[in-house]
């Protein structure tokens, strides 16, 4: 247990018992070593948004099926609501917030729904910008199939959806050629 | 909604798994993906007592082709699979399926052994297990046993994996030379569970005639269904009419069992046309 006693692994904290039925969990979130005392149950995404306090990733149905609260583990983008925050203890994790460059300059994901018109409301853009930065570092060249493809697994009720596909197309353009990034 | 309060360890080894699991029983669980059991939990349809997490047994995580089988650790995530040239080449059938599995994201996290254990009736990896007489290894507190497809599936949601054991790996055989394969499925909305769906295998013989037919449905009964449609002589309308005679699938909010049985004769005829197809473009080659 990690009460202060030496330097035990991430691993040794969380195979030890727990203190007090919480676990010290240890997240890399956006290049900041984070960490935070949760119980067993605490789901990633309110380990993000309650304990450490990044709300800009978004909780939905809390069953995997609206794709809202999509972020990137290690690189790979996986729902936040279908994983426990101390199975992640140690990853990478990757929210909208760290999509953003550091100077401010928004990612050519973020660029392209805001060239595009992809969000109207915006509840479920953090999970359509997390899920298409990955796929777009799998397939930088999607076809106009292969966008309706990565963002199959997320719901949006504002924009039906038309502009988002062009968002994905778009923000391949700005990556290819990210001088255009800045036009807005 | 949130998950109800249980215990939790993230063991390192095999043994330490099942030492937990031992202890646990009969109220343990495994947590591998966790895309199944993690909706289970926050919807508190299910609540074990004690989750064994089994992220950290990274030598769980292999997918390789050993003695005419392809075989598929607990850890191995279906993008994992999906994505592995040698298994395409080896069982195309895991392809097909995998690629029909919920969505990218949710493969990405997913293990393809955690859903064949989930044993859900609507799911892709069932039918295939089912389909190519595969089989699953159990490891237990007395020893490993290896359970056959046709023994695996007990129910709706239950396979035969005792509260103490931890399912290691699964095997599912290569495909024959002149065999061929192939998945037809509908849903309502891309990516959802299928309202039915068909796994398709067929063999022809040195003269090019149909040596077999066998077909696997999911959706349309509690555990994988399994029908041998040989005697449809290859032609695949035939064999649509006769799967539609052999099925008797429930009604639920999805469909109608009408509309059921008639999907399960359209995407019989669908699927077995393509692996009659894919195979004569194999004993061709």
Not at chain 1, 6 to 16: A, C, K, L, Q, S
Not at chain 1, 58 to 76: I, N, Q, R, S, W
Not at chain 1, 127 to 141: D, M, R, S, V, Y
Not at chain 2, 87 to 102: D, E, F, K, M, N
């Amino acid at each position: 247990m990690a009460s202060g006693d030496g330097n035990p692994t991430i691993n040794d904290r969380v195979i030890n018992q727990p203190q007090d039925g919480l676990f010290d969990v240890s997240l890399i979130v956006n290049g900041v070593t984070r960490t935070a005392w949760v119980p067993a149950r605490r789901l990633l995404s309110d380990c993000l948004r309650h304990d450490l306090r990044l709300t800009g990733t978004h909780v939905g149905c809390e069953h995997g099926v609206c794709g809202a609260c999509t972020v990137l583990l290690d690189g790979v983008a996986v729902r936040s609501c279908l994983m426990l925050a101390v199975t992640a203890d140690g990853a990478r994790i990757t929210t909208v917030e760290g999509l953003t460059r550091p100077d401010g300059t928004l990612s050519p994901v973020q660029q392209a729904f805001a060239d595009c018109h992809g969000l109207q409301c915006g509840f479920c853009t953090p999970g359509f910008l997390t899920a298409i930065t990955a796929a777009l570092e799998e397939n930088p060249e999607p076809s106009p199939e292969e966008a309706r493809e990565i963002i199959g697994g997320n719901l949006c009720r504002c924009t039906g959806y038309q502009n988002i596909v062009k968002a994905v197309l778009r923000a391949a353009e700005l990556r290819a050629a990210p001088d255009q990034v800045d036009t807005s | 909604m949130k998950p109800p309060p249980f215990g939790y360890s993230r063991p390192e080894s095999v043994a330490e798994a099942l030492a937990a699991l031992g202890s646990a029983a009969p109220d343990g669980k495994v947590l591998a993906g966790g895309q199944s059991l993690l909706p289970l939990l926050n919807m508190r349809l299910a609540t074990p007592a004690y989750l064994v997490d089994i992220n950290a047994l990274t030598e769980l995580g292999f997918v390789r082709i050993d003695d005419g089988e392809v075989v598929i650790g607990a850890l191995a995530r279906h993008a994992q699979v999906l994505a592995d040239p040698a298994t395409s080449r080896a069982q195309p059938l895991i392809g097909q399926a995998l690629a029909l599995v919920a969505h990218p994201v949710i493969r990405n996290r997913g293990t393809t052994l955690g859903s064949i254990v989930h044993a859900d009736p609507a799911g892709e990896m069932t039918a295939v297990l089912a389909l190519l007489g595969g089989s699953v290894l159990l490891a237990g507190s007395s020893g490993e046993r290896l359970v056959k497809a046709e023994d695996f599936f007990l129910g709706p949601l239950e396979s035969d994996v005792r509260p103490d054991e931890l399912a290691t790996e699964v095997r599912l055989p290569v495909l024959g030379r002149r065999a061929g394969c192939a998945f037809a499925e509908v849903s309502r909305r891309h990516g959802d569970y299928a309202v039915c769906g068909v796994a398709a295998l067929a063999e022809l013989d040195e003269a090019g005639g149909v040596s077999l037919a066998r077909a696997a449905y999911l959706s349309v009964a509690g555990t994988p269904l399994v029908l041998d449609l040989t005697e449809a002589g290859g032609d695949p309308a035939s064999a649509g009419r006769l799967a539609k005679s052999r099925v008797a699938p429930a009604a639920d909010i999805h469909a109608t069992a009408a509309y059921r049985r008639h999907l399960a004769g359209v995407l019989t005829e669908r699927a077995l046309a393509g692996a009659l197809a894919h195979a004569r473009e194999r004993a061709g080659g």
